[in-house]
């Protein structure tokens, strides 16, 4: 009786436990089911949600930015060559010898000179004086190569330019006997309403072919320079240069570039035939009636996303697989520990849910803080307008360390000149942010107060009002900050510089370098005195010198093979070999030279480099 109820019970326990591992593989074949779709649901949203991302990116974003930085590109060229040809039309000594029937020897060497210059030094293709008075056409070669006339059909652009009464005109040609697409830029000699003639200079465009190549997305896309007759002027495929736009593209594109000419950027979502999406942006030039076209084959801006599917499906199959294996092994091994291990994960993702909650809630205050702490710093900069208005040709390097920081630029006009500096305050982030909009109301304040100081005077100036109101004489009390500063004043021809840690870099018309030093204290330290003088240097304005500050941000980056500090002396050794390009290239320029010498290294502090040439006030 005894062995069959031990039996009974043994076959009950047994029935138990088999009945429990029934149980366990229904809620493991119920939860993978779950699983299994949850993850190919949250995947495919995934994969939609990015597809749509990306082609809402390439269509408000992408497309935009190619076209405009092609097409600042161009325009920043044309724009100088316009300048340029405005410059040689309104020389008065052109203008005496154009006025004389060029017959004065000196104005003609003079005239030549210039003429060679252009072309040999500026790298124009051509450069032309064409006189209304005496019909001769003057070209870089130094000598007459031809006389035009009314009655021949190749001078007809020469009256047309007369006629017009634009100061300065452009034209944009293929010419496919050379394969060259180029611009000609001609200016009016003398008085728009009765010209004595027509000046210019010419310059090849196909190097932009090359550089058009490096905005294509792949080989499906292409970037088209067009005119109102639908003539492509340059494309990333020289053989396409000088063909017609039907001839490369749909009836329907062409239709509508056509109709969009003179006006705003349009974008246009275009199916071809075989059903393939093609998204395209006409974008107009700022210079020229022309136009350019960025096309870009949709399958190409999305291929990568294949990837993603493929790694996608992947990820689930492993994931799936490891998820059934573990229920498997905790249901059927592990079912009471894991069941209370559960628990107490429950309880503590719970907690770490909460505090997570919080934490997030703070750090998301304090980045809108900080965001804001940007914007307002950023309004206290000079803006691009102003310091165009003050200088004749600038850029800024401003690159905080962290989101706001403690470098800072200041332009204003003062008296009959300006004054631009460039300031490092102690520290970065926040606490360099907060000296940075202290400095600047300083600076404004004394300015707006006095009317005609030198900057080693506004330098003085400053240190006693920093001084003051850090409380650094008073013993025990205040911080021992301050801030390095350069300072130019721009008068009458002459800059007048004043330095307090911060120097002045000078590019003269030869390719030297001068740095100008500063006083080695600070502004508003505890070890500059009171009432320390600050010494002020003065340089003539030439044409063609440029200035330089920059902020230890630049001087004491590590980098290179070495890990050695960037320096001053690279830095006066950089601007020798590069210092020569217009300023607006050498922005992209140094970043490239700073970036590449820096390497994997962090940055060390908040970078700003200032270069600018002056107006002759």
Same mark, same amino acid.
């Given at each position: 009786?005894?062995?069959?109820?031990?039996?009974?019970?043994?076959?009950?326990?047994?029935?138990?436990?088999?009945?429990?591992?029934?149980? *366990?593989?229904?809620?493991?074949?119920?939860?993978?089911?779950?699983?299994?779709? #949850?993850?190919?649901?949250?995947?495919?949203?995934?994969?939609?949600?990015?597809?749509?991302?990306?082609?809402?990116?390439?269509?408000?974003?992408?497309?935009?930015?190619?076209?405009?930085?092609?097409?600042?590109?161009?325009?920043?060229?044309?724009?100088?060559? &316009?300048?340029?040809?405005?410059?040689?039309?309104?020389?008065?000594?052109?203008?005496?010898?154009?006025?004389?029937?060029?017959?004065?020897?000196?104005?003609?060497?003079?005239?030549?000179?210039?003429?060679?210059?252009?072309?040999?030094?500026?790298?124009?293709?051509?450069?032309?004086?064409?006189?209304?008075?005496?019909?001769?056409?003057?070209?870089?070669?130094?000598?007459?190569?031809? &006389?035009?006339?009314?009655?021949?059909?190749?001078?007809?652009?020469?009256?047309?330019?007369?006629?017009?009464?634009?100061?300065?005109?452009?034209?944009?040609?293929?010419?496919?006997?050379?394969?060259?697409?180029?611009? +000609?830029?001609?200016?009016?000699?003398?008085?728009?309403?009765?010209?004595?003639?027509?000046?210019?200079?010419?310059?090849?465009?196909?190097?932009?072919?090359?550089?058009?190549?490096?905005?294509?997305?792949?080989?499906?896309?292409?970037?088209?320079?067009?005119?109102?007759?639908? &003539?492509?002027?340059? #494309?990333?495929?020289?053989?396409?240069?000088?063909?017609?736009?039907?001839?490369?593209?749909?009836?329907?594109?062409?239709?509508?570039?056509?109709?969009?000419?003179?006006?705003?950027?349009?974008?246009? $979502?275009?199916?071809?035939?075989?059903?393939?999406?093609?998204?395209?942006?006409?974008?107009?030039?700022?210079?020229?009636?022309?136009?350019?076209?960025?096309?870009?084959?949709?399958?190409?801006?999305?291929? +990568?996303?294949?990837?993603?599917?493929?790694?996608?499906?992947?990820?689930?199959?492993?994931?799936?697989?490891?998820?059934?294996?573990?229920?498997?092994?905790?249901?059927?091994?592990?079912?009471?520990?894991?069941?209370?291990?559960?628990?107490?994960?429950?309880?503590?993702?719970?907690?770490?849910?909460?505090?997570?909650?919080?934490?997030?809630?703070?750090?998301?205050?304090?980045?809108?803080?900080?965001?804001?702490?940007?914007?307002?710093? $950023?309004?206290?900069?000079?803006?691009?307008?102003?310091?165009?208005?003050?200088?004749?040709?600038?850029?800024?390097?401003?690159?905080?360390?962290?989101? *706001?920081?403690?470098?800072?630029?200041?332009?204003?006009?003062?008296?009959?000149? /300006?004054?631009?500096?460039?300031?490092?305050?102690?520290?970065?982030?926040?606490?360099?942010?907060?000296?940075?909009?202290?400095?600047?109301?300083?600076?404004?304040?004394?300015?707006?107060?006095?009317?005609?100081?030198?900057?080693?005077?506004?330098?003085?100036?400053?240190?006693?009002?920093?001084?003051?109101?850090?409380?650094?004489?008073?013993?025990?009390?205040?911080?021992?900050?301050?801030?390095?500063?350069?300072? /130019?004043?721009?008068?009458?021809?002459?800059?007048?510089?004043?330095?307090?840690? /911060?120097?002045? +870099?000078?590019?003269?018309?030869?390719?030297?370098?001068?740095?100008?030093?500063?006083?080695?204290?600070?502004?508003?330290?505890?070890?500059?005195?009171?009432?320390?003088?600050?010494?002020?240097?003065?340089?003539?304005?030439?044409?063609?010198?440029?200035?330089?500050?920059?902020?230890?941000?630049?001087?004491?980056?590590?980098?290179?093979?070495?890990?050695?500090?960037?320096?001053?002396?690279?830095?006066?050794?950089?601007? &020798?070999?590069?210092?020569?390009?217009?300023? #607006?290239?050498?922005?992209?320029?140094?970043?490239?030279?700073?970036?590449?010498?820096?390497?994997?290294?962090?940055?060390?502090?908040?970078?700003?480099?200032?270069? +600018?040439? /002056?107006?002759?006030?």
């Amino acid at each position: 009786m005894k062995q069959l109820l031990s039996k009974k019970t043994e076959d009950s326990g047994k029935a138990v436990l088999y009945g429990y591992d029934r149980s *366990v593989y229904k809620v493991i074949g119920l939860a993978s089911v779950l699983i299994v779709f #949850s993850m190919l649901l949250t995947g495919t949203l995934g994969y939609v949600f990015t597809k749509n991302g990306v082609v809402s990116k390439l269509k408000n974003q992408d497309l935009g930015t190619i076209a405009k930085s092609i097409g600042e590109q161009l325009d920043g060229r044309i724009e100088r060559a &316009k300048e340029t040809a405005i410059t040689l039309a309104d020389d008065p000594l052109i203008l005496r010898w154009v006025t004389g029937g060029e017959q004065d020897g000196e104005l003609t060497e003079y005239a030549m000179q210039k003429l060679g210059y252009l072309h040999e030094s500026r790298a124009y293709n051509s450069s032309f004086v064409v006189s209304a008075v005496s019909s001769q056409y003057w070209s870089e070669s130094g000598s007459v190569i031809d &006389k035009v006339s009314s009655q021949d059909p190749d001078d007809a652009w020469f009256y047309h330019t007369l006629g017009s009464n634009m100061k300065v005109a452009v034209n944009i040609d293929y010419n496919s006997v050379r394969k060259d697409t180029s611009a +000609f830029i001609n200016a009016l000699v003398g008085d728009r309403e009765r010209p004595l003639g027509v000046a210019g200079v010419g310059m090849s465009l196909k190097e932009l072919s090359a550089e058009f190549q490096t905005y294509k997305y792949g080989k499906g896309s292409h970037v088209w320079l067009v005119n109102a007759e639908g &003539k492509v002027l340059l #494309s990333d495929v020289l053989e396409h240069n000088g063909m017609l736009l039907k001839d490369l593209a749909s009836d329907y594109v062409f239709q509508r570039v056509q109709a969009g000419f003179g006006g705003n950027a349009e974008i246009m $979502e275009i199916t071809g035939e075989d059903g393939e999406l093609t998204d395209l942006i006409s974008y107009p030039l700022r210079s020229t009636d022309h136009r350019l076209l960025v096309l870009i084959q949709r399958q190409e801006t999305v291929s +990568f996303l294949g990837t993603i599917k493929n790694n996608t499906i992947i990820a689930l199959f492993i994931s799936i697989i490891s998820i059934v294996f573990m229920f498997y092994v905790v249901s059927s091994r592990l079912a009471n520990p894991y069941k209370r291990a559960l628990q107490l994960n429950q309880e503590l993702e719970t907690v770490v849910t909460d505090r997570t909650r919080e934490l997030a809630l703070r750090n998301e205050e304090i980045m809108d803080s900080i965001g804001y702490a940007k914007r307002i710093q $950023e309004n206290v900069l000079p803006s691009e307008e102003k310091l165009e208005d003050l200088l004749q040709e600038h850029f800024v390097i401003w690159q905080p360390k962290d989101v *706001v920081g403690g470098d800072f630029y200041w332009a204003r006009p003062y008296g009959q000149g /300006c004054l631009i500096a460039l300031g490092d305050c102690t520290g970065h982030g926040v606490p360099g942010a907060i000296m940075t909009m202290l400095s600047v109301a300083m600076l404004d304040r004394i300015v707006d107060k006095n009317g005609d100081l030198l900057p080693g005077e506004i330098l003085m100036e400053l240190n006693r009002m920093l001084k003051t109101t850090l409380r650094q004489e008073e013993r025990g009390m205040g911080t021992d900050d301050g801030l390095a500063l350069g300072l /130019c004043r721009i008068s009458e021809g002459k800059l007048q510089f004043a330095g307090a840690a /911060c120097p002045l +870099f000078v590019r003269q018309t030869d390719g030297s370098v001068v740095i100008v030093e500063p006083d080695r204290r600070g502004i508003g330290y505890r070890r500059t005195a009171y009432e320390h003088p600050f010494a002020g240097h003065e340089l003539e304005l030439t044409d063609g010198v440029t200035f330089y500050m920059g902020t230890d941000g630049l001087f004491d980056q590590n980098g290179g093979p070495k890990a050695l500090t960037y320096g001053k002396s690279r830095f006066a050794d950089w601007l &020798k070999t590069r210092g020569g390009q217009p300023l #607006s290239e050498q922005e992209g320029l140094f970043l490239q030279e700073i970036a590449a010498y820096q390497g994997g290294l962090p940055r060390r502090d908040d970078l700003t480099v200032m270069g +600018f040439r /002056c107006k002759q006030i």
